[in-house]
T-cell receptor
Framework: GAGVSQSPSNKVTEKGKDVELRCDPI?????LYWYRQSLGQGLEFLIY????????KSGLPSDRFSAERTGGSVSTLTIQRTQQEDSAVYLC?????????????FGAGSRLTVL | TQLLEQSPQFLSIQEGENLTVYCNSS?????LQWYRQEPGEGPVLLVT?????EVKKLKRLTFQFGDARKDSSLHITAAQPGDTGLYLC???????????FGDGTTLTVKP
């Protein structure tokens, strides 16, 4: 597609439920990133996929968080047993890394609210 | 862990004023990006700087990368209400892969 697409745009769930957030990156982009952003704050790195390499999971805050990227394209971020502190906007970005400089194209984000 | 500190965190000015936002780190980066984010949207790239001492201009915006590639600044001349938004700097090292983001500067330009 022309840009990075994320779904759902908004998700309200109850504490303890599992949620899945989806990201469709730009076609041909080999790198995919997930970040988390609290209201008006900077971006907290969660996980990074680059081609067929093992993902960099160093930013995942707990083992309730996991992500996968199928076929080198679509990615799903899963949060199990959600907690209120998981409420945030989850941003996905992709990059071609052709130029060497890491220029990210972001989706509009998925806003998660845990009641 | 590479950290980027942005200052100020919040800035509220009148239309027509000038402003500078700073992005500082103790780490060296191979490249640094500035993004602007509006409510309900993802960040959008403004500029990439890769060479120490580099200065780039984008209309009323001037970006500078420090000589040691540890810091950067964004200067806006004659700010307009359309400049309102969250400004984020991000540093990258080629081998690290992921970009490290600062906490952002929220700019409000009042008409």
């Amino acid at each position: 597609g022309a840009g990075v697409s994320q779904s759902p745009s908004n998700k309200v769930t109850e504490k303890g439920k599992d949620v899945e957030l989806r990201c469709d990156p730009i076609s041909g982009h080999t790198a995919l990133y997930w970040y988390r952003q609290s209201l008006g704050q900077g971006l907290e790195f969660l996980i990074y996929f680059q081609g067929n390499s093992a993902p960099d999971k160093s930013g995942l805050p707990s083992d309730r968080f996991s992500a996968e990227r199928t076929g080198g394209s679509v990615s799903t971020l899963t949060i199990q047993r959600t907690q209120q502190e998981d409420s945030a906007v989850y941003l996905c970005a992709s990059s071609s890394r052709r130029s060497g400089a890491n220029v990210l194209t972001f989706g509009a984000g998925s806003r998660l609210t845990v009641l | 862990t590479q950290l980027l500190e942005q200052s100020p965190q919040f800035l509220s000015i009148q239309e027509g004023e000038n402003l500078t936002v700073y992005c500082n780190s103790s780490s060296v980066f191979s490249s640094l990006q500035w993004y602007r984010q509006e409510p309900g949207e993802g960040p959008v790239l403004l500029v990439t700087v890769v060479t120490g001492g580099e200065v780039k201009k984008l209309k009323r915006l001037t970006f500078q990368f420090g000589d040691a590639r540890k810091d950067s600044s964004l200067h806006i001349t004659a700010a307009q209400p359309g400049d309102t938004g969250l400004y984020l700097c991000a540093g990258t090292n080629t081998n690290a892969g992921k970009s490290t983001f600062g906490d952002g500067t929220t700019l409000t330009v009042k008409p």
